[in-house]
């Protein structure tokens, strides 16, 4: 599960680091840190 979470959030960084808009890379990233925060109370 754990193997999973850090596979997606590698492929989420990836799709960050290749866009030049940082404002949305900054709103990108704190809707993941929500979901990150979500699912580690689900597991």
């Not at 492929?11 to 840190?33: C, E, G, M, Q």
Request: no cysteine; glycine share 0%.
């Amino acid at each position: 599960m754990n193997e999973m979470i850090f596979i997606i959030f590698n492929s989420a960084y990836k799709n960050f680091t290749f866009s030049d808009f940082s404002i949305i890379r900054v709103f990108a990233l704190i809707n993941l840190y929500k979901t990150f925060l979500l699912l580690m109370f689900l597991i």
